[in-house]
């Protein structure tokens, strides 16, 4: 089972970062996930065809399930984000993927922005996004016990929905 984590803060190790792989571990604690910070891909998200920006979008479109996190910027989420997103082909880039949109901020100010700002493009890049996305306090994700109750209500569906398909095995072959 492949289990990916994608942060879209331009902050390196950010507690974005620490609240997908946090989110991941809760929904399939089976698995370890591989990490993709991608403020270390930095300007290569800028132009297309760059080797390591190709090896991690393979790696994402691969994966039966990933986070995609974000802190909230502007109302939205991040550019940089928005920028690696950009190389997957619509319709079908993140198709057999079981994508989960994760944002962070401040106050409930944006609680819906994960499900109304960046589930609509993962959807439009061919992810199921059967789970809604979840938003929480930056400053309080890790004890107040918000992402403990969302994992503990949706982990049996995210286990259920991310099983390999044939074609994803054939894809991994």
Known sequence: ???????????PASRTLSAGVALAAALRPDTEPAIIDLVDLGPALLGWGDPAVT??????????LV?????TFKATYTGLLKLFLEQFEGGTG?????????MLGAGPAHALAPDLLLKPVLVELGATTALPGLYLSDRTF???????AYAERWRPVAQALSTVSPEKQEVES
């Open 94 to 102: 993140l198709e057999g993927v079981l994508a989960v949109p994760l």
């Open 142 to 148: 890790r004890d107040d016990g918000v992402l403990a």
């Open 55 to 64: 090896e991690t979008v393979r790696t994402v479109a691969t994966a039966e």
């Open 1 to 11: 089972m492949a289990v990916t984590v994608v942060a879209g803060n331009p902050k």
């Open 67 to 71: 986070v995609f996190a974000s802190p």
